[in-house]
């Protein structure tokens, strides 16, 4: 399904549109961006970039979630970047490489808006804001590949799903994760009985229960006890870039965060 982004914006003007890169830009950037976006509704599964194969459109999601992998030869890979409301893809474009080096496949359905790579280019080029915002989410993004790339040698995979659970939980903004143990195993890189186990240590903890491939996170402060350093490391990076940015742009209210709308859905 795709429409056009006219729905965003009130006859007072802007209205957040729930990507946190987007909403945080100064009025006169979101103006020009509002003619080059669209919204798309993308499955589970979508594959969005293929390493090697040229892009010609760039996402910023808003409740869906993306998956970033190095895949290997074999078809075998392990996630390098996680990405929703919070960010888009490919950071590639951004950086002006139009043929990303991993894949990217949607893993939560939902919505995201969708540009032109070649048009926002231009627009970083035209409207500094863009360009100092996407920027600087290239940078989390490096920082988010390398933390990632430790994790998944130095911790245990109970605390790898208790991150990763907790990062899929900021970017859909529900309390159900549609995620099975099988997609959680492939983009960890692990094989599906260990993750059924780590799930049963953290169902027996009290953060979360799962049933018929959706988790329930039920207790965050929890699931964040459970999980490793990691998830409080690339989450304040991110603040302290991204958030840092929208102030600038934003000096008399500060930064805009993406609204949580359906955190109390219960199981
Ligand atoms: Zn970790």
């Known amino acids: 399904m795709n429409r056009i982004v006219s ?7 802007y209205v957040e549109l729930g990507n946190r890169l987007l909403d945080g830009l100064p009025a006169d950037a979101r103006i020009a961006l509002r003619p080059h976006l669209r919204i798309e ?3 589970v599964r979508h594959v969005l970039a293929e390493p090697g194969r040229r892009v010609e459109q760039a996402y910023f999601p808003l409740d869906c979630v993306v998956s970033v992998a190095i895949v290997m030869r074999d078809g075998s890979g392990v996630e390098v970047g996680l ?5 888009m893809l490919p950071v590639s474009v951004a950086l002006g490489d139009a043929v990303p080096v991993q894949r990217m496949i949607v893993l939560i359905a939902g919505t995201a808006l969708v540009i032109n790579s070649n048009n926002l280019r231009l627009l970083m080029a035209t409207h500094s804001a863009i360009g100092r915002a996407l920027l600087c989410y290239a940078q989390v993004m490096f920082y988010q590949a390398a933390q990632l790339a430790a994790c998944s040698r130095l911790h245990l995979l109970e605390e790898r799903c208790a991150r990763w659970l907790l990062m899929a939980h900021d970017r859909v903004r529900r309390n159900d994760i549609h995620v099975t143990h099988e997609m959680l195993a492939t983009t960890l890189g692990v094989r599906r009985p260990g993750v059924t186990v780590a799930a049963q240590a953290l169902k027996a903890k009290g953060s979360i229960t799962y049933r018929h491939g959706t988790v329930f996170v039920l207790d965050r402060q929890r699931l ?5 350093e990691c998830y409080a490391a690339v989450t304040a990076h991110y603040a302290r870039l991204i958030d840092a940015v929208a102030s600038s742009f934003h000096p008399a209210g500060g930064s805009i965060v993406c609204s949580r709308t359906d955190r109390d859905h219960e199981p």
């Open 224 to 228: 964040e006890a459970a999980a490793c």
């Open 41 to 43: 509704t993308l499955g």
């Open 7 to 13: 729905d965003a914006y009130s006859a007072e003007g």
């Open 83 to 87: 990405i929703g409301c919070d960010g």
